[in-house]
């Protein structure tokens, strides 16, 4: 196999992997902002928030259609692109995929369609139960989809058979509980919270300065403001995590991310802007912060950082 064919594989499902991911926070976001706005309309009986639910129901439903196709591209691609390590770890890979499109998404997809054509035919109650059901799908997606990713990262619950020259899976629940799947899922879905409430602030924001549809604009500010708040508390806690975690069981990934070719003593700094050079394995025009990596890491100003020369 040529460098030049896996190379324009990885830039093919590089650009893939993007350009889905530009679509998958919004929808996580959108879909508990809507189950919300939908909330307060059944408890309150009020028709602008059933207003609000179908206007930001109508973006989401756009965004949502464009994150499935650019997800199913991406996954035809480890058949295509990646034939031999589908098959190589196919046996563990696969299940939570198999797991995400079985249960997850035919979930999601199910109750959307409820919940764009069942507003004339379905009690309130009911509406409201599909609305739930979305946002629980969709994160359910992303749960099963960064166990996949998790295990990609950090192969735990699972053994290479001789005979077969596969990987097979030994543990499904040490799959299902890897720290580091755990980190990413709830750190990425905490983000695509932040990024619905952005979103639904922004466009509120533009009706407000331009004065129009202003009770509209002051009620959906005020949810996505109060929802965006708690979201963006969580996913500093949630990120701070994740890169403990990183410093943890993925030292070398660290190191890598970071180019960081020599251990660094306590306490350790972050580089902000650097241009690694692999020559003389060093970063030139390093920008740090001091003591900042040592804090991320390893949450201790007394432990060194180790780089790729020690791992």
């Known amino acids: 196999m040529s460098d030049t064919l896996i190379e324009l594989s990885r830039l093919q499902f590089a650009l893939t992997a993007m350009f889905h991911f530009i679509f998958v ?35 989401f439903g756009i965004n949502f259609a464009i994150g499935v196709a650019t997800g199913l591209t991406m996954e035809f691609q480890f058949g ?28 999601e997809s199910t109750f959307v369609g409820l919940f764009f054509f069942g507003w004339d035919k379905m009690s309130k109650v009911k509406h409201l139960m599909a609305t739930w059901l979305v946002a629980i799908g969709s994160n359910f997606s992303a749960l099963w989809i960064l166990i996949a990713n998790g295990w990609m990262q950090f192969p735990v619950g699972a053994s290479f058979n001789t005979d077969s020259m596969r990987m097979e899976m030994t543990s499904f629940s040490e799959v299902i509980f890897n720290p580091v799947a755990q980190v990413k899922f709830v750190h990425t879905v905490s983000a695509g919270y932040v990024t619905g409430a952005i979103f639904v602030l922004a466009i509120s924001s533009y009706y407000l300065l331009k004065h129009k549809h202003i009770a509209f604009a002051r009620r959906s500010f005020a949810i996505a403001a109060s929802f965006g708040l708690a979201a963006t508390l969580s996913v500093i806690v949630l990120g701070d995590e994740s890169g403990y975690e990183l410093g943890d069981v993925q030292k070398v990934k660290l190191a890598a991310v970071e180019a960081e070719y020599e251990t660094h003593p306590a306490p350790a700094a972050f580089t902000l802007f650097g241009i690694p050079n692999d020559e003389e394995e060093k970063m030139d025009f390093a920008i740090q912060i001091p003591w900042a990596m040592g804090i991320i890491a390893t949450r201790s100003l007394d432990e060194e950082v180790m780089g790729i020369k020690d791992l």
């Open 25 to 59: 926070p919004l929808t996580l976001g959108l879909t508990f902002l809507l189950a919300i706005m939908e909330s307060v309309y059944v408890m309150t009986g009020k028709e602008i928030y059933k207003q609000m639910t179908q206007f930001w129901g109508k973006l």
């Open 80 to 107: 295509m692109n990646w034939s031999y390590y589908s098959h190589y770890v196919g046996d563990i890979f696969g299940a939570p995929l198999a797991i995400e499109g079985l249960m997850a998404f035919f979930l």
